[in-house]
């Protein structure tokens, strides 16, 4: 008996064995960090736990530009990660690298899977995809930037928080009351300066970045945002941060904190940090509303629609890769493409559903109506007809622009 089950378990083992060989191990990359990570992991954990044929590694490489400067230096090595989460400051720069990626609709055609561009959200899926209609990337975390604002600060500083600011004079009005009731050390802050205060603001207002239909017209563009009303964006900047009215919180996300502590009442911030802002506001038993981003009516006189942020997901076109591979791949962007998984991630972190067959799922299960300001974003993404300003943008080297942006703004707020 003891021989029989020792054998029988040796069989097992080996069983076991024999299916992990079996399986097709493919790698993503991802950039989130807080409830965004935790929603994915969960999902490749579902993917795996579903199927024995794909094991999908999912490993967070560093912030958005961190994670960037991580895969190009890995596809030049030769090994890059079959997938990999890229913001949208750097969809110019895959566009321009043709041979590096297979487009995602070649990918599931190559898999013999069916697959419907159609199915996503139209401002993020024309953003991802080619003017033939090819989609270059998937739309996962779908985003864009709204504004956040503390109601009890709002009611210590006497300002009514059922109605938010609209416009920046109304912003700046709000901010500075803040500051001289001492209502909190702050009036606002804003989260990743150059998306929200240049791309935009300029989509809001109409205004072009480049040439070229923001560079989604050719190659060959030329920036053109060195004007009168960018500058006053700016300006605007300065001159309320000489009492406190603005912080300036640094480039990327560190400037959330800010309003996760109370130290300011408003906060410009991605709709995709919705669920993190709540759990600090609960910790603290503060109250928060969501607004979308302020216009200039000096500028325009209503605003357009705001621009698609978050990332999407590129497959890399990797050395030797076998059908296998591809077919695995694609089997594991369609889990996430799944309305139910799209519905999860959107619900738990405050992206946007990136589909059509989620948004509908949402609206239907009363979600928007049961969250007051869960719908802003995609109220503001969809506002109005968009128009080549207004479209998005597609420039190489987007990140570095940033950057010059980032270093012209502070030298300016330090004098």
Known sequence: LLKGALLGA???????????????????????????????????????ESQTAV?????????????????????????PPHIMQMFDAGTGDMFGLPRATIPVSEVFRRAGLQFDPAQFIGPARSYYSAADGTLN??????????????????????????????????????????????????????????????????????LPLGTEANGRGGLG???????????????????????????????????????DAGTCGILLQSSGGHAAIANAMRQRNNEFGVAALPHFPSIAAEPKNGIVGGASLWVFNRPNMSDAEVRAVAQFLAHLARPESLVRFATATGFLPATQASFQQMQASGFF??????????????RGTPTANSGGYRFGRWTEIRDMYHEEVERALQG
């Open 55 to 79: 094991t999908a590694n999912v490993s967070f490489r560093g912030q958005y530009p961190e994670q960037r400067a991580a895969a190009f230096a890995a596809f030049r090595a030769g090994n």
């Open 221 to 259: 563009t030329e920036l053109v945002f060195a004007d009168a009303p960018r500058a006053q964006m700016v300006q605007t900047l300065i001159d309320a941060s000489r009492n406190g009215a603005f912080r300036y919180g640094g480039r990327s996300n560190d400037a959330a904190a800010l309003f």
């Open 10 to 48: 040796a069989l097992a083992g080996l069983a076991t064995a024999a299916t992990a060989q079996t399986r097709t191990t493919i790698e993503m990359w991802i950039g989130v960090t807080g409830p965004a990570q935790e929603q994915i992991l969960g999902l490749a954990r579902e993917f795996n």
């Open 369 to 382: 109506a049961q969250n007051p300001g869960r719908d802003v974003p995609i109220l503001q993404l969809t």
């Open 137 to 206: 990337s998937m739309p996962f975390n779908v985003s864009t930037a709204v504004m956040f604002y503390n109601r009890n600060i709002f009611r210590a500083a006497g300002l009514n928080p059922d109605q938010p600011p609209r416009t920046w004079p109304e912003l700046i009005a709000a901010a500075n009351q803040i500051r001289e009731r001492n209502a909190a050390e702050c009036g606002f802050t804003t989260t990743w300066l150059a998306w929200i205060m240049l791309e935009q603001f300029s989509a809001i207002h109409d």
